[in-house]
């Protein structure tokens, strides 16, 4: 296959797909980047593909760019999915969920037989929550009860706002709760509780999730891939 060198991460993420695969589509700027990249080759190769997409928004790029894509509820097993993270530690532990999609991306994580995370040096971290907060999916309903669970733990949930101060809500209609971690946290643990916690629909710690990561040095840059327990 010739490499498009404008992207080196986004061809090294759609690599691997080869044609009959029912692959996931990832949500956020890199998973952009790599549907765009799979359009292009899928295009130029003919690949037969069927693409669950984890957001409205790239199930929209995806058509646009000519894959085939299907309702997430009608697949039950897929083959590779690519996405990105907003922070990555040493045990390839990740917090996901800066767009809104971490339920329906850990949805389509679990149900795929690999796993391939793409992301910027910039967003390697020595502890989650360095920079980025927790998202923590919840019924609108749910909200006040959540952030008070939470706050009995040492923890602030701060209902996720637009620039317009508008209530975001998920693709599926649900508020999300920005939680900072502060300090050292037991990250088994809090994912134990947040899994167990009446009103939470989903959350973006994904602690086991992770296959394989690509990491760019800068857009456009050298491409450095790390597998698990390696």
């Not at 069927?50 to 058509?63: D, K, P, Q, V, Y």
């Not at 929550?129 to 919840?138: C, I, Q, S």
């Amino acid at each position: 296959m010739s490499q498009d060198r404008t992207d080196p991460l986004a061809q090294a993420g759609v690599e691997p797909i080869t044609s009959g695969m029912i692959v996931g589509l990832g949500t956020g700027r890199a998973a952009g980047r790599a549907i765009r990249a799979l359009g292009e080759r899928a295009r130029r190769e003919r690949l037969e593909l069927t693409c669950i997409a984890t957001s409205r928004a790239s199930a929209e790029l995806a058509t646009s760019e000519g894959l085939r894509v299907v309702e997430m509820g009608s697949v039950a097993r897929l083959d590779y999915l690519f996405d990105g993270a907003d922070e990555m530690d040493a045990e390839m532990r990740m917090i996901k969920g800066g767009g809104g999609a971490m339920t329906r991306e850990k949805i389509a994580a679990h149900a795929s037989a690999r796993r391939v995370y793409l992301l910027q040096r910039s967003k390697l971290v020595t502890r989650l929550g360095t920079g980025a907060p927790l998202p923590v999916e919840v019924l609108g309903c749910a909200v006040a009860s959540v952030q008070r669970a939470l706050s009995e733990r040492g923890l602030t949930g701060q209902v996720r706002r637009s620039k317009e101060g508008n209530e975001v809500l998920t693709d599926d209609g649900n508020p999300v709760l920005d939680v900072r971690l502060p300090g050292e946290w037991d990250l088994e643990n809090l994912d134990r509780f947040l899994n167990a916690l009446p009103g939470v629909v989903g959350h973006g710690l994904f602690l086991t999730e992770a296959d394989e990561a690509l990491i760019e040095d800068g857009e456009g840059g050298r491409v450095e891939r790390r597998k698990r327990g390696e």
